[in-house]
């Protein structure tokens, strides 16, 4: 509530984040069972493809995505776009709020970001159809955990990665007036602050000792 009253009441130039950063283990069984979903197609696509006109994100910043190798898995029925799913082998720049995120050992971790579902679709199979294909992908990669940071205020984005077996990594709020940006976190480097482009605060997130505990 206060996040929405300072966005309104500074026209947007007053803002608050929170977010979870989570990690969850690449499924090696389906979300599915077989013959389900298959009505909905999963393509990964390319940064010229047509569709990206439907994505209902600006241009720019499907542009900087791709600009940092991250690959799009888009869902469609009946030929009609209903979803999306990026993933990212790598750093990943956020495009909400000046930060980084590195994942180290980068051989065994992703990162998944930014999992859309059109509102009529929200209620069926396209979210299990889009982490199937997702799993898949990423499992021929060898890749064992996806990491990612989810709104805190987003509890239907909360709730429904959480049913795919996350693990907390952090948390970390900021707090964004104009140019100027404070970041508070529960990992390091716990405090940043800044006011230009090039100056964000880097999260180096550990699968390493997730793995371990995942064999205990």
Not at 93 to 115: G, I, K, M, S, T
Request: proline share 5%; glycine share 6%.
């Amino acid at each position: 509530m206060l996040s929405r009253l300072l966005a309104v009441v500074s026209m947007g130039s007053l803002r608050i984040y929170k977010y979870y950063l989570i990690a969850q283990p690449v499924s090696r069984k389906s979300l599915l069972p077989s013959g389900r979903g298959k009505k909905i197609e999963i393509r990964m696509i390319h940064q010229d493809d047509i569709v990206i006109r439907q994505f209902p994100r600006p241009a720019a910043v499907i542009r900087e995505r791709f600009r940092q190798g991250a690959q799009c898995l888009a869902a469609f029925k009946d030929e009609r776009f209903v979803g999306f799913l990026w993933l990212l082998t790598g750093s990943y720049q956020e495009d909400e709020v000046r930060a980084r995120y590195v994942l180290h050992p980068q051989y065994q971790a992703a990162w998944d970001f930014d999992v859309y579902v059109a509102p009529e679709s929200r209620l069926g199979l396209t979210f299990p159809r889009l982490w199937d294909e997702a799993n898949r992908y990423l499992t021929g990669k060898g890749i064992s955990w996806s990491c990612s940071r989810i709104s805190a205020f987003n509890p239907g984005s909360l709730g429904a990665h959480a049913r795919l077996g996350t693990v907390s990594m952090g948390s970390a709020v900021f707090f964004c007036a104009g140019r100027w940006q404070v970041m508070l976190s529960s990992v390091p480097p716990y405090f940043h602050l800044s006011a230009e482009a090039a100056s964000f605060p880097e999260f180096r997130l550990d699968t390493q000792n997730l793995e371990k505990e995942s064999r205990t």
